[in-house]
Nanobody, 115 residues
Framework: QVQLVESGGGLVQAGGSLRLSCAVS????????MGWYRQAPGEQRASVAD???????NYADSVKGRFTISRDNAKNTVYLQMNSLKPEDTAVYYC?????????WGLGTQVTVSS
C-alpha cells in the first residue's frame, strides 16, 4: 500500500521560512518526478516546483529565488525549502510523485503566512 507522509506546514510571519517534506513508501514503479503543488481558497491547484529523476528542477515564476526543491532518493523523500514567505504563499501544499503508471498525492499540509 502506498503511503505519503507530509510534514512541515504551519503558521509563519511574512519574511519567515518553512521546510516541507514528503516521504513515500510502497511505490513499486520508478518515480520519474517529485513535486509540490498548492491550492489557495477559491483557486485551482497549481504547480509550485518539481524535480525529475535527473535532478532537473522547475519552479513557478512566483516562487523563483525564494523556494528550493530537493530530493533524497534513498529515502524517497522530497523537500521544499520556502524562504522569504509572503502572505500570498498561504495555501494547502500537496506533494506529488509521478510514475509511468500514475500520480500519487499527499493529503496536503497547510501553510499560512501572516502579514
Amino acid at each position: 500500500q502506498v503511503q505519503l507522509v507530509e510534514s512541515g506546514g504551519g503558521l509563519v510571519q511574512a519574511g519567515g521560512s518553512l521546510r516541507l517534506s514528503c516521504a513515500v513508501s510502497g511505490i513499486s514503479s520508478t518515480i520519474m518526478r517529485m513535486g509540490w503543488y498548492r491550492q489557495a481558497p477559491g483557486e485551482q491547484r497549481a504547480s509550485v516546483a518539481d524535480i525529475t529523476s535527473g535532478d532537473s528542477t522547475n519552479y513557478a515564476d512566483s516562487v523563483k529565488g525564494r523556494f528550493t526543491i530537493s530530493r533524497d532518493n534513498a529515502k524517497n523523500t522530497v523537500y521544499l525549502q520556502m524562504n522569504s514567505l509572503k502572505p500570498e504563499d498561504t495555501a494547502v501544499y500537496y506533494c506529488n510523485f509521478r510514475t509511468f503508471i500514475r500520480d500519487y498525492w499527499g493529503l496536503g499540509t497547510q501553510v499560512t503566512v501572516s502579514s
